[in-house]
């Protein structure tokens, strides 16, 4: 009886157990996603490539997991977390294996592709897990200790998975992350429960199969936190990941004339700092739902668009301390980013919360792949294409295609926050 009762109270230890075993397939998720960030330089020189070209290694990935969310979410709400995160290692190891062994830039672009599939299917699912297991008071903060741990996959990118590149070469690298994978997926099946109330490992799926799955879809999006939270990671996460996953190391060796390990350093600095700014929001959120999340969003996109504006209008290469505000500013939109998660789940009935979750999720990726694809045709545009050709004009050319997006990021957000605030306030009563 007591054994029963621990298994099934929420925020215990073995709450913490599954989190942490969800920790684990989304940290290999953030290690595969950022791993052209330390190889996209040697993947121009590895496959001839443009800058377009380049792009698109990113571009498909995004694209892909953009346009998986709403079908990872339906089926979340119909298999589960555990199904999912296992079956996102695989693919993305298999993704992984792909781009190890392709001849041809194309080829290796399909396994990016592939990646994105699996990577679609993982972080929405921790989050399940984190509703599931936790009382709703702590799951702001546990989101935002999730993206904060998943983090350190950029660590892993950038020092780990970079040395071993350099050492072993293309193949046995990308290989080495594909057998990870594997043995991620394995650990995944072997131990996570979706829910506290289940007796085993089975999942037990809800009634209605998977077009009552669908049709709670509809009844996600009609919910304006749903929206609101889709805002939220559009206008708050692109410029982090654009500097991040593909363009932060060129641009800041054309623009700022740092040595590649300076630039390394830096991009790294900005896990560190995320580490402080997740738990501190993931706080705010929790104890002041209603204005505070606001505040944090519109502080964020205004902070990043203010020292953006800076870097453009004067020369370079700027002070070290301006170039540490702004990469405090483009991290805090990781963080801010979650708190999209935070009015989905408190906007949406439980048994739609993946559907809904998946549909926010959208929002940053979809941003981040006209980001990366648009940041290598202004490239091209230019005549800057490839790697030897970028110059500081041609990157902050580039970089100006920011700006849009920020613009209608912040259009949507305000026009769906005060709907969304009418619900929560009534929800609380």
């Not at 996102?88 to 992984?96: E, R, V, Y």
């Not at 453009?312 to 301006?322: A, D, E, K, Q, V």
């Not at 998660?341 to 408190?346: A, E, L, N, T």
Request: with cysteine; aromatic share 10%.
């Amino acid at each position: 009886m007591n054994e029963t009762k621990n298994a099934t109270r929420l925020g215990g230890p073995k709450a913490y157990a599954m989190w942490g075993m969800g920790l684990l397939g989304y940290l290999f998720a953030v290690v595969c996603r950022s791993s052209m960030s330390a190889a996209g330089i040697e993947a121009a020189n590895h496959f001839h490539t443009t800058s377009t070209a380049l792009s698109g290694f990113l571009y498909l990935q995004l694209f892909v997991y953009a346009l998986m969310q709403v079908p990872a979410g339906v089926l979340l709400d119909r298999f589960g977390a555990r199904a999912l995160i296992a079956s996102g290692g695989l693919l993305m190891a298999a993704g992984q294996s792909m781009m190890a062994v392709a001849p041809v830039a194309w080829m290796a672009v399909a396994g990016r592709g592939v990646v994105g599939l699996g990577d679609a299917l993982v972080f929405i699912s921790v989050v399940r897990l984190i509703s599931a297991w936790f009382p709703a008071r702590q799951a702001p903060l546990l989101t935002q200790l999730t993206s904060v741990t998943g983090g350190l996959g950029q660590i892993i990118s950038l020092y780990p998975f970079a040395w071993l590149l350099r050492l072993t070469g293309w193949r046995a690298a990308f290989l080495v992350s594909a057998g990870t994978g594997v043995l991620v997926a394995a650990a995944i099946l072997l131990s996570v429960r979706d829910d506290p109330r289940q007796s085993s490992r089975h999942h037990e799926r809800p009634e209605g199969g998977l077009a009552a799955a669908v049709r709670g879809f509809g009844t996600a999006l009609r919910s304006p936190g749903t929206i609101c939270g889709f805002f939220v990671h559009f206008s708050t996460w692109f410029p982090i990941n654009m500097m991040n996953q593909l363009w932060g190391l060129p641009f800041l060796l054309a623009v700022e004339g740092w040595s590649r390990e300076t630039a390394t350093a830096y991009l790294g600095m900005g896990v560190v700092i995320n580490m402080v700014f997740g738990p501190v929001m993931g706080r705010l959120a929790g104890v002041h739902p209603i204005h505070g999340r606001a505040a944090v969003v519109y502080a964020s996109v205004g902070a990043q668009i203010a020292l953006w504006t800076v870097l453009f209008l004067t020369p370079g290469p700027h002070p070290m301390w301006f170039m540490v505000l702004l990469l405090v500013a483009m991290t805090s939109g990781g963080p801010a980013s979650n708190i999209a998660m935070d009015y989905v789940r408190d906007t949406n009935r439980p048994e739609v919360l993946g559907a809904a979750t998946g549909f926010a999720n959208t929002g940053g990726f979809l941003s981040s792949t006209v980001i990366f694809l648009g940041f290598g045709v202004l490239l091209d545009a230019q005549g800057a294409t490839d790697p030897s050709l970028y110059t500081d004009h041609a990157m902050r050319v580039a970089a100006l295609i920011q700006y849009p997006l920020w613009a209608v990021g912040l259009v949507g957000f305000t026009l769906m926050l005060r709907p969304t605030l009418r619900l929560i306030r009534a929800r609380r009563g």
